[in-house]
């Protein structure tokens, strides 16, 4: 669906669980550039080799205390919602 609506960018999200589904709090974004000559499974090559990136830092947040019980009283992040992503629309890579 990103390829076929023409999208510049893709990439991959880390975010709390909530009940819910999808409407976490955002942890961490990673993005990538969608080529013109971009296929499937390229694209999906390149978000994949984002989410360890994305993972490692957001465990890395939680043990430093930058998010998770510790941060709630800084504001903490915001919600896919509040950002307007929809988080569906990658599953159609």
């Not at 993005?31 to 694209?43: F, K, Q, Y």
């Not at 989410?51 to 930058?66: L, S």
């Amino acid at each position: 669906e990103v390829i076929a609506a023409g999208r510049t960018k893709s990439g991959c999200t880390v975010h709390f669980v909530t009940e819910e589904v999808d409407s976490g709090p955002i942890v961490v974004q990673k993005e990538c550039e969608v080529l013109p000559d971009e296929t499937s499974d390229s694209l999906k090559s390149k978000v994949q080799a984002l989410e360890g990136v994305a993972f490692i830092e957001a465990i890395n947040m939680f043990k430093d205390g930058v998010i998770g019980p510790d941060a709630a009283a800084k504001g903490g992040p915001i919600s896919y919602k509040d950002a307007g992503v929809d988080i569906d629309a990658g599953n159609e890579l």
